[in-house]
């Protein structure tokens, strides 16, 4: 392997200032001698230019609320404590008490771990093995 065939890896870390004259960037730390560049924060412009972000409109706030990607994980093993035949949706498990209505609204997946021994109608989101132990048992297995 030649120097040339290296891959490029770019991993330059943050300047260390005012650690001494040995280091090239003490006393002054890179700013020179007096002046406003000198002092304090830098302002986002020197130019007679405008910044960017004063450019751009003003938005206050954080914006949208941030929603998880993850869902609330329900394990086959809490199916035992449902009748046979009856149907597995948001609102059966926040009547069971199985989820609450904040974890209903980021959405619910079921997994395979543990035994069902019932045939039940899932009206949710499921995973592969969950799937097949749901139909196994004669189950139904809708999610749309």
Do not use: C, W
């Not at 700013?31 to 938005?59: C, E, H, M, V």
């Not at 619910?108 to 799937?131: D, F, H, N, Q, R």
């Amino acid at each position: 392997m030649r120097i040339h065939q290296l891959i490029k890896v770019k991993n330059k870390g943050n300047k260390r200032v005012g650690r001494g004259i040995g280091s090239g960037k003490g006393k002054t730390a890179g700013r020179g001698n007096k002046g406003q560049k000198a002092r304090g924060k830098i302002p986002p412009t020197f130019s007679g230019d405008l910044s960017f972000y004063k450019k751009l409109p003003k938005r206050r706030g954080l914006g949208n609320p941030k929603f998880s990607p993850n869902p609330k994980i329900v394990f086959l093993s809490l199916f035992k404590y449902f009748p046979a035949k009856s149907t597995i949706d948001l609102e059966a498990l926040l009547k069971a008490k199985v989820i609450t209505e904040k974890e209903a609204k980021r959405g619910v997946k079921i997994l395979g771990t543990g035994e069902v021994k019932k045939a039940l109608v899932v009206k949710l989101p499921v995973s592969k093995t969950a799937k097949e132990k749901i139909l196994k048992v004669k189950g139904q297995v809708t999610y749309a």
